[in-house]
């Protein structure tokens, strides 16, 4: 027979042992639930000039992470329009709602290709942003030149970044060895692919999220502020240099993955 201190330590050691057995049970504590996927599924990511699919490596994972579907275009930098005409291959791939994502050169093909109903919201990563039928060039000329300017190689109707504008002017808050590596893959631009003019402007009729790069030395910070107010864009600001999609990646993500919550 168990006298009054037995009998409390083996009823406690029953409340113990049922309590463990609740849990193991999945009884009354549950599970942390999950985040919820961003509401908008698919992104899709377009890169500029003097540059190609690679730099959005550090964006990616994060936004697969998240719950989406991503898919970067390869652009081959020949003209707008069959650089839209590459953006609207993979777009017509997405089975549903999606936000479509413009790194510098790219806000054009955004602005042109956004209209597509597929496309639920635009991401501007310190890009272009002009207006249908606007002279983007003499737009930029408003503004201070970019010291990025200056180093441009002609060659064979192509131009590229010199390898010191391209650490300095393009790329210059990330690794240097990792700049290198990107200055390598840089793609290489037709001479006439500045001269065309968006017919239409997406971020007219489209929710429009903006990423302005505070130490940009390839587009004038200045630039980015106007067009991005002019879209009545969600704007964040970086400092950063004109890659910021690579030296401030989660940031990026983080701003991709906020238009995909975009409300219907």
């Known amino acids: 027979m168990l ?10 050691g029953l409340a113990a042992a049922g309590g463990a057995a609740v849990l193991a049970t999945g009884g009354p504590a549950r599970a942390a639930t999950p985040a919820a996927a961003p509401r908008i599924r698919n992104v899709v990511l377009v890169h500029g000039a003097y540059a190609d699919g690679s730099c959005w490596l550090d964006v990616i994972p994060r936004l697969q992470q998240a719950g989406l579907n991503v898919a970067a275009v390869q652009n081959p930098l020949q003209s707008l329009a ?3 005409a590459f953006t609207q291959r993979t777009l017509d791939l997405q089975d549903g709602p999606t936000v479509l994502v413009g790194h510098s050169y790219a806000g054009e093909i955004i602005t042109q290709t956004g209209v597509d109903p597929k496309v639920a919201a635009l991401v501007y990563c310190s890009a272009r942003g002009p207006d249908a039928n606007e002279d983007y060039t003499a737009l930029a000329k408003t503004y ?8 441009l190689v002609h060659a064979g109707g192509y131009i590229q970044l010199s390898e010191e504008a391209f650490l300095r002017d ?12 990107l200055y390598a893959v840089q793609g290489r631009v037709s001479e006439t692919l500045f001269s065309a003019k968006v017919t239409q402007a997406a971020w007219r009729s489209k929710p429009s999220f903006y990423q302005v790069s505070t130490q940009d030395r390839t587009i004038n910070p200045d630039l980015e502020r106007f067009m991005a107010k002019r879209m009545n864009a969600k704007t964040i600001e970086l400092p950063s240099s004109h890659l910021g999609i690579v030296s401030h990646a989660k940031e990026i993500a983080d701003l991709i993955i906020e238009a995909a919550n975009t409300p219907a």
């Open 170 to 181: 393009f790329a210059g808050d990330v690794d240097p060895v990792r700049a290198r590596a």
């Open 144 to 151: 201070p030149t970019p010291p990025a300017s200056a180093g």
């Open 82 to 84: 069959e650089d839209c």
């Open 3 to 12: 006298n009054a201190i037995d009998r409390r330590e083996f009823l406690m």
